[in-house]
């Protein structure tokens, strides 16, 4: 369902998945939708992965370009990422109906007294070319990404500042819980 792993090879690893998940052009509000569900996919992926919160078998590979894409998928092994792809299949229903506002997910220490450690927003705008979203850390702020001509190179370049962002923080510790919030629009 999403992505994490960033990887470089000597070899391009093109396929006919890769226009699939991420369209040259985007022509439509549906097909706007479609990468901006891929996209918050793609990034819960990415820090799930990142931060080693799942075994390796709760993710598939895809490739794009020199990415090696690492999908969150739902494991049955593995309640986490069973749930978390629940998550995100939430979040997806929310940004149909133009809903959703932020996504807000959380990583704290001892449960009984929490103390966040990471926490990733990720705010979605409704316009007329379709829908929006932004990537705000507490550790590192994110360009903010809109729909363009360059939608293929706008989205790997977010992937690399998410994996540059991973690359730059220490180990979680062993006892940790994960929370995802959603906030709606008033309206």
Request: glycine fraction near 4%; aromatic fraction near 10%.
């Amino acid at each position: 369902m999403a992505m994490a792993q960033l990887s470089h090879t000597g070899q391009k690893h093109k396929t006919s998945k890769e226009s699939v998940l991420f369209p040259h052009k985007i022509a439509t509000d549906q097909q706007s939708m479609v990468l901006v569900k891929r996209l918050l996919a793609i990034s819960v992926s990415c820090i799930t992965y990142l931060r080693g919160l799942f075994p390796e078998s709760s993710y598939g590979t895809r490739y794009l370009d020199d990415l090696c894409l690492k999908i969150l998928r739902e494991d049955k092994s593995c309640l986490g990422s069973l749930q978390i792809v629940k998550w995100i299949q939430g979040c997806f229903d929310a940004l149909e109906k133009n809903y959703l506002h932020m996504a807000v997910l959380a990583i704290y220490t001892n449960p009984k007294e929490p103390q966040r450690t990471e926490l990733y927003q990720f705010k979605f705008k409704y316009t007329k070319d379709g829908p929006q979203m932004d990537i705000v850390s507490t550790k590192m702020s994110f360009a903010k990404w809109v729909s363009s001509e360059e939608i293929k190179k706008g989205s790997i370049l977010l992937i690399r500042k998410l994996y540059l962002l991973m690359q730059n923080l220490g180990p979680l510790p062993n006892d940790i819980t994960l929370t995802m919030k959603l906030f709606y629009y008033n309206d």
